[in-house]
């Protein structure tokens, strides 16, 4: 990015390089493509009309969603091929959820538990609706999903109940291999794809029709998909990429699309500087210099690999050096490499998105930002 637009730029703020973006969309569309199965991106990570339309561009098939408000942003927007991975408990979200169901081509909602699926019958049946239905499955994440011992018996509940039409299972497993974190995005890979193949085989053995196997993060998704016994993966965070996903190799720095900029502000202590981004701009999801990854701080400043950033109230970021200087001068423009970028998109109001090609800059709204009901 030249000076001219660097000078543009209102910091704290995110800035994402349309073209590393629109290169990663085409590379997982590529992926799901040669291995024929189908994509379905999370947008929690963009959170953006803008962003998914390019991904439904490429060919996506339809986007996946976190929570209600999400779906609901992407729908009223004409994106209305939904599945919301994630269970809705609460009549508040359930009453929402079938007005979306009305406006939508297709919505796909989750049930990991006869509680959830009772909540979702009798919403469904006094909306007059069928609602169609994925169970969630736990392969080993040990988050929402339930367990492969108790899968039949939930899926006959499911498909007995009113209002609802089973039609697949999905699970969220990321890097976990035989129980564990691992480092092995093949072995996770293929695990995943054997557990919901042998999860969906168990189904129609008693005699349930399941359509959709759905599965694959984006460290595990290309693997998962090669496996060829899925039918669709749900990748979110390969659209920018992070810190997070060069060190689980799934990607090259050259692939990280988004980069915050801060400005130092203070430089009273020769061993630190402050930037005007704390707590309300880096998030602090990941725990710095801890195994297996050792994240290096809350955020990577690349002009400046050896000052870390592991310390921060609401509105100030102290950035360390080890050598006690860090040679910084207040006014100073820096770049910084999120760790995760999900939650870092969520913080802002506005990104600036960047045309390398034309070099432009242009100032966009994150439109589910915050829609977290």
Known sequence: MNQKLLNELETPCLAIDLDITKRNIAAMQSIADQYKVKLRPHIKTHKMVYFARLQM???????????????????ESGLDDLFIAYPLVGAFRLARAMKL????????LAVDSKETADMLSKAATEASLTIEVRLEVDTGARRTGIAADSLVDLALYVQSLPGLNLTGIYTFKSLIYQGAPTEDREKAGQEEGKLMAEAAKTLREAGLSIQDISAGSTPTGENVARTGLVSEIRPGTY???????????????????????????????????????????????ITPDEPPCFYPGYAFAEQYPDLKLIRMSEEHGMLHSPSGQTNLHVGQLLKLRPIHVCPTVNMQ???????????TLQKMVVDARGMLV
């Not at 169901?101 to 796909?108: D, F, G, P, T, Y």
């Not at 109001?349 to 070099?359: F, G, K, L, M, T």
Request: glycine share 4%; proline share 2%.
């Open 57 to 75: 561009q490429a060919g996506a098939c339809g986007l996946t969603c976190a929570k209600v408000s999400e779906a609901e942003v992407m729908a």
């Open 101 to 108: 169901a009305r406006k939508c081509s297709r919505l796909i």
């Open 239 to 285: 659209i920018f990429n992070d810190h997070m996903m060069v060190c689980k190799n799934w990607c090259a720095e050259s692939d990280i699309a988004a980069h915050l900029y801060a400005t130092v502000v203070s430089t009273t202590y020769p061993d630190y500087a402050v930037l005007d981004g704390g707590t309300k701009t880096f998030p602090m999801d």
């Open 349 to 359: 109001n506005h990104v600036y998105i960047y045309d390398r090609e034309n070099e």
